[in-house]
């Protein structure tokens, strides 16, 4: 009789704490240093690991069956295909499968090495959860060397090296290089994606780090898009003649970005356009009305967090994904707390009094998530039609019925 097999170590997570967890390797071989936090999503991971708004973190997936529907060029959320979304690393339950979906094109493990993210699989990630809970997130660094011997010294030297994300500006690092268009619907059964060929309206979204279901939600409306750089000045931005202004989700602290983004708001924001924030561009708005935004505990993350909208009284169940918040108790005089968060009452959403000029926290596109939110799409682009005069659109729609 032979003894139990026991399966080699090939990856190690390292806590900054000491914490060290043990597991085999996936994807990217090497080692990154990122924030560890955990997305209690069920579905979308795919389109999580591509989201801009996790650069410089390492996600642990609390839902344990990850890589089973596999991946495919469709549900990638960075808008350059061919560029990394920054997230630093992937930390998994249980094995990677091989796919079941007719959609799979390529095995998750296979798609990770391409995008340079390193995993690991076989970590307790209910303990490594609670600990989070418990502790806040971590600095950590994750490693996967096929070998089994790692190179501590360099490990540790990235994990000592890597400064956390407070005080971090990150949204350079994943904003467009250059000014482009954007026509893409949203995605149909058996159709794919569409393209809006004669659009109503014309918005200019501020990238800082946008999500490219964001972008098809605005298409969707009417609204052909115009992307430009996160450094973009308000001048530049006025340049396009927009209707409207979008500010885009992104990562990193929004204090670190606000140095140069929240003056270009200010002045935007006097020209009386009609202006939505998402997530970073939530709190970059928050701070250039003069509140306050703080470091969260651990932050939240995945498709299942319950919001009010207070301007209804509705209860929408969102995609979240943000370290830091606006403190709601900064917001001034003229600024109306809009939607708050039913898990711990933090700030989800602000409007200006008296100007169609508002913001939320969380991610209403639904790429992953419910498609309770996208209402917020609609609310946006009925201050276009209300200043050109034109129809309202109702914002919430029937299930089944055309938007």
């Keep these: 009789m032979t003894g139990w097999q026991q399966t080699p170590t090939t990856a190690v997570l390292i806590l900054a704490d000491g914490t060290r967890l043990e597991g085999h390797g996936l994807g990217a071989v090497g080692h990154a240093a990122g924030e560890v936090c955990f997305n209690t999503a069920m579905t979308g991971y795919q389109e999580v690991l591509t989201d801009p708004s996790y650069a410089g973190q390492i996600i642990t997936f609390t839902f344990p069956h990850i890589g089973n529907v596999g991946t495919n060029d469709e549900d990638i959320e960075t808008v350059n295909m061919a560029a990394l979304s920054g997230v630093r690393g992937v930390v998994l339950k249980a094995d990677i499968t091989n796919p079941s979906n007719y959609r799979a094109a390529e095995k998750l493990d296979a798609w990770l090495k391409k995008r340079n993210i390193v995993g690991i699989a076989g970590i307790d990630t209910r303990a490594l959860t609670a600990l989070i809970r418990e502790n806040g997130m971590p600095n950590g660094v994750i490693a996967h060397e096929p070998t089994g011997v790692f190179d501590e010294g360099s490990i540790m030297a990235e994990l000592n090296a890597f400064p956390g994300l407070e005080g971090l500006d990150l949204a350079k ?207 946006f682009l009925n201050q276009v039609r209300k200043q050109k005069g034109l129809p309202e659109k109702a914002e919430y729609v029937a299930p089944g019925t055309a938007a």
Excluded at 297 to 306: I, V, Y
């Design 173 to 379: 690092e994943v904003t467009t290089a250059q000014t482009y268009h954007w026509d893409q619907t949203g995605w149909q059964w058996n159709k794919g994606y569409g393209k809006l060929e004669d659009p109503d309206f014309h918005v200019v979204a501020i990238d800082y780090g946008a999500k490219r279901n964001i972008l098809r939600c605005l298409a969707d409306q009417g609204a052909k898009v115009t992307v430009v750089p996160a450094t973009a000045s308000a001048a530049d931005v006025l340049s396009h003649n927009p209707d409207a202004i979008f500010l885009s989700n992104g990562p990193g602290d929004p204090a670190a970005t606000g140095k140069y983004a929240v003056p270009t708001i200010q002045k935007l924001m006097e020209t009386g356009k009609p202006m939505f924030g998402i997530c970073l561009g939530h709190q970059l708005l928050g701070l250039a009305l003069g509140g306050t935004t703080s470091k969260m505990h651990q932050g939240h993350h995945g498709a299942n967090h319950p919001v009010k909208d207070l301007t209804t009284g509705k209860v929408e169940i969102t995609s979240m994904n943000h370290g830091f918040a606006v403190d709601a108790e900064s917001l001034p005089a003229g600024v109306t707390q809009t939607h708050v968060s039913l898990f711990d009452g933090s700030n989800a959403g602000l409007a200006v009094d008296g100007k169609p000029i508002f913001s939320v926290q969380y991610h209403p596109e639904a790429s992953p998530g419910p498609k309770d939110s996208h209402y917020l799409f609609t609310r």
